[in-house]
């Protein structure tokens, strides 16, 4: 019968005069006892209340609780930028790749994960002797990364602080065989990969599953109670570096124009060489064919010579030598010098010019018209 049929009851309405909590409670407890059949079931309701449940509801609600713990315990997730590290009853047993894994729930299977592309960095700054027995304080800085997940977890009890006492040893391995000037110049990034070799070298040999990318030897500068010498220092260096440049630069053009001047010179005197050898044997030739003239005819060749000489002699002086009366008499042409002397008579050289003349003839010439050889000579 519809619950609001007209022309019965004035239109009852079946939820009027009930609470509704009864309901719901009723709705309960339908469900568990359908609950309870399924997993063994308890003792039935009584009166719309619900029964103690019996030893086989229990062991179905631990059953089911069991079945789920197994269902969301029994894989792992892990994301690209980290690995997964499997222990099996706290032993190492494999490494999960990124994405879905599959495991057994724990306690049988625990993971570990760990980040493999973080970048992870270590500085410090330390007082270290030299080789030279100076002292230099040193800034460095070291970037690394986990390269073996399991040497990070279970090769030392603590890896990152092995790495920082690892990294100054390594450091002051290499500062402690280098003098003073080779740290304070610009060969730091040699020091650096050296250190940086030894320290990987050292972690590889601990097993902490490090690997080191980067070591840096940032700030290398003596303590300050004698930075101001060292600074001296390095500015009188730089000096003399700068003076090398220069002077190297000013070799490079210098050389090259001396030896083209000494090619040229070189040159010159070759040709001046050759010059010199044919002159050398015109001259022999030609005394050879004086010679034979004279050998012909020795009066009219050493007069012939004589005038050639004397042709040769005067022809750039300016005074004119006459050997009349016994006297030099100076007779500036052309104008009169600062160190010419005035026309004057040389007695005292008088007697030279007469024995330059062929022994034939010694006699000063005279003319026809009763010159005497110096009017002759004007002429």
């Known amino acids: 019968m519809a619950w609001n049929e007209p022309g019965k009851g004035g239109g009852k309405e079946p939820w009027k005069g009930r609470d509704p909590g009864d309901d719901v409670e009723a709705f309960l407890n339908r469900l568990k006892a359908n609950l309870g059949r399924v997993f063994g079931g308890g003792s039935p309701p009584r009166n719309g209340k619900g029964g103690a449940p019996g030893a086989g509801g229990l062991l179905g609600w631990a059953v089911l609780l069991l079945a789920i713990w197994i269902v969301f315990d029994s894989w792992q997730m892990i994301d690209e930028r980290q690995r997964g590290v499997v222990l099996r009853f706290g032993k190492f047993d494999r490494l999960m790749s990124p994405g879905p894994n599959f495991k057994w729930p724990r306690p049988i299977e625990t993971v570990e994960k760990v980040d493999v592309t973080q970048v992870r960095s270590l500085s410090d700054q330390v007082r270290l002797l030299t080789r030279d027995e100076n002292i230099v304080q040193i800034e460095f800085n070291v970037q690394y990364l986990v390269s073996d997940p399991r040497g990070y977890l279970f090769g030392t009890r603590e890896p990152d602080d092995t790495l920082r006492q690892a990294a100054e040893s390594a450091v002051r391995d290499v500062i402690g065989s280098n003098e003073m000037d080779t740290i304070l110049t610009g060969e730091r990034a040699a020091l650096a990969a050296e250190a940086r070799t030894r320290l990987q070298a050292t972690l590889d040999s601990y097993g902490t599953g490090l690997q080191v990318s980067v070591l840096n030897l940032q700030n290398a500068r003596p303590p300050a109670e004698v930075r101001e010498a060292f600074d001296d220092a390095i500015s009188a260096r730089e000096d003399r570096e700068r003076i090398e440049s220069e002077a190297q630069a000013y070799a490079s053009k210098v050389v090259p124009e001396a030896r083209g001047t000494a090619a040229r010179i070189r040159t010159e005197a070759e040709g001046y ?61 052309g104008g009169q010098s600062a160190g010419d002397a005035p ?36 002429r």
């Open 273 to 333: 060489k050759q010059a010199m050898i044919a002159r050398a044997e015109g001259d022999a030739e030609r005394f050879r064919l004086l010679v034979d003239e004279y050998r012909k005819a020795p009066e009219v060749t050493r007069r012939r010579l004589y005038l050639e000489t004397m042709q040769e002699v005067l022809a750039n002086n300016r005074k004119v030598y006459s050997g009349d009366s016994g006297n030099v008499l100076y007779l500036p042409l």
């Open 343 to 378: 026309m004057s008579r040389l007695p005292a050289a008088s007697a030279a010019l007469p024995a330059l003349a062929p022994s034939t003839d010694t006699s000063p010439r005279t003319s026809r018209t009763g010159r005497t050889g110096r009017e002759e000579s004007r």
